[in-house]
């Protein structure tokens, strides 16, 4: 096959499904979507299905503006999926809000996507070909059209495994075909999905977070290449092993910022890893000073690891929060102009004077993507008269753009792409800065460097992207190209 060009926005969303004992699904994907508000803002959305019929709603912005008195009531059914969807940088597009719905000829169908498809346009022209008319540019589009014409011709899990083969990329999917929710991982297990009990049903969610806010069990994750069909009226799962590979390409992003702390996420639970990376940080490249201070909230985690491996090692260091947040400033990541964006740091971050007066201190971060955040914060400190400021970062430089749905920058505009880390330093401003290797993200992450999408922090990925080199021998055969055998709902 040739290379695939990306098209359409790259996203990072969050998704959700659930099949319940005669409850309604409405409101308990309603409050999932809250739990997963952190993977998605611009647009939020549910898709439900009573036996007869599907019934949809999808809104702009959060999850507490896309849903208006009676939105939920009119929504239908005891199964259903929902989506909160990842604003792109300066465009709200209502086009791409999902999910994404559609009927045709032997039913319905409504899909949940997170992720993104490294082959869009070669499957869209496919389709195209064939006289279809789309009406979105995103690959979630294509996905759904493309499982509706296997549809045609098959049962579910056939035409799902079609598609599997079909589709190259990162997909997390939740998907209700007439009124059967079904989950799906991509082969490589890119974005994580999650399988959770409730008392009268199942969950599929992109983090376990959101079945702990239905107060639901956490069974397990859903493994790459997995299908899980849930029955209908919460009754259990069945679960197909459709594609298997060699290696698995997990994000480490997920880990390192995206993922909420309170998530498992492949069987770790995001809080420690993050506090593991700290950990990890102070071993490669620990340094006295008189405070470690986090920058709220992504730091905090690597922050209180940090601060607790250097206090194990006898440094008379002390753990302090010394930037105060505003909470009601947004992210200020999805700022359309760099300009936007510094006054937004300013707006949402004030130091705590007698924290960083006259003190030596160790700032840390997840990361730095443009450099934003941590140049604005060491100006800040150092008004405030810290004697010296040093940076500490739980990831590895960022140097190339991620096509799979996570960091949004271009390599211009990624401050380590062709700098080295003392170019950086010089350039924040700062008396030292390290990050952390990537073996200790692997290392922490208890993975090999082969089973990690490590694409950002190397530049090579594990898929075939044109115009990047590819660090494996991707999309060889199916290894697992067999007819689903139904696995033990348990295991
Ligand atoms: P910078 O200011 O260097 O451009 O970005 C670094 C800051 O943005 C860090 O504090 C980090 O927590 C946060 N960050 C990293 N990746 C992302 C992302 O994909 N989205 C958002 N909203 N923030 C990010
Ligand atoms: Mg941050």
Not at 274 to 281: A, D, S, Y
Not at 299 to 313: L, M, T, V
Not at 477 to 486: A, F, L, T, W
Request: aromatic content about 6%.
């Amino acid at each position: 096959m040739t290379a695939g060009r990306l098209n359409g926005p790259t996203e990072k969303c969050g998704v959700v499904g659930v099949s319940l004992d005669g409850r309604d699904a409405a409101r308990p994907l309603y409050y999932a979507l809250y739990a997963l508000q952190h993977r998605g803002q611009e647009s939020a959305g549910i898709v439900t299905h009573d036996g007869f019929q599907q019934y949809d709603h999808v809104g702009m912005g959060l999850v507490g503006d896309a849903f208006g008195p009676g939105d939920l009531e009119d929504l239908r059914g005891s199964c259903g999926i929902g989506h909160a969807r990842y604003p792109t940088a300066g465009s709200v597009d209502s086009a791409c809000a999902q999910p994404f719905s559609v009927s045709f000829k032997s039913g319905s169908l409504g899909l949940s996507h997170n992720g993104n498809l490294v082959n869009t346009d070669e499957v869209r022209a496919d389709i195209e070909a064939q006289g279809h008319a789309f009406t979105s540019d995103g690959d979630t589009e294509v996905i759904a059209h493309d499982l509706a014409r296997n549809l045609l011709d098959g049962d579910l899990i056939r035409a799902v495994r079609r598609t599997m083969n079909r589709v190259h990329g990162s997909y997390a999917l939740t998907i209700m075909h007439d009124d059967t929710v079904v989950g799906l991982r991509d082969p490589e297990g890119n974005r994580p999905l999650c399988i959770g009990e409730l008392e009268d049903g199942y969950v599929l969610a992109s983090e376990s977070a959101a079945i702990d806010t239905l107060d639901g069990d956490l069974l397990r994750d859903v493994r790459p290449g997995e299908l899980v069909v849930l029955e209908p009226d919460g009754q259990g799962f069945e679960t197909y092993q459709l594609v298997e590979r060699e290696n698995t390409a997990h994000c480490f992003f997920e880990h390192v910022y995206f993922a909420r702390p309170d998530s498992v996420i492949d069987g770790s639970l995001v809080y420690e890893v993050r506090r593991g990376l700290g950990r990890k940080l102070w071993e490669e490249s620990g340094i006295d000073s008189d405070v470690v201070m986090p920058v709220p909230d992504s730091g905090r985690a690597f922050a209180s690891g940090y601060a607790e491996a250097a206090q194990d090692d006898g440094a008379d260091v002390e753990f302090a929060e010394g930037l105060m947040k505003n909470r009601y400033v947004g992210r200020t990541f999805i700022m359309p102009t760099q300009d936007e964006r510094e006054r937004a740091v300013r707006l949402k971050l004030n130091p705590i004077r007698s924290t960083v007066e006259g003190k030596t201190v160790t700032l840390i971060d997840d990361s730095i993507v443009r450099g934003t955040t941590s140049t604005q914060l060491v100006e800040l400190l150092q008004e405030a008269g810290a004697k010296a400021v040093h940076v500490r970062i739980g990831a590895p430089p960022i140097v190339a753009p991620c096509y799979m749905g996570i960091n949004m920058a271009s390599r211009e505009e990624l401050i380590a792409a062709d700098g080295s880390v003392e170019d950086i330093r010089d350039t924040i401003d700062v008396d030292s800065l390290s990050y952390l290797s990537i073996d200790a993200v692997a290392e922490t992450l208890g993975e090999h460097r082969q089973d990690l999408c490590l694409g950002c922090v190397t530049g090579e990925y594990p898929y075939d992207i044109e115009g990047e080199t590819t660090d494996r021998e991707v999309n060889r055969p199916v290894i697992g190209d067999r007819d689903g055998e139904p696995a033990h709902a348990d295991d």
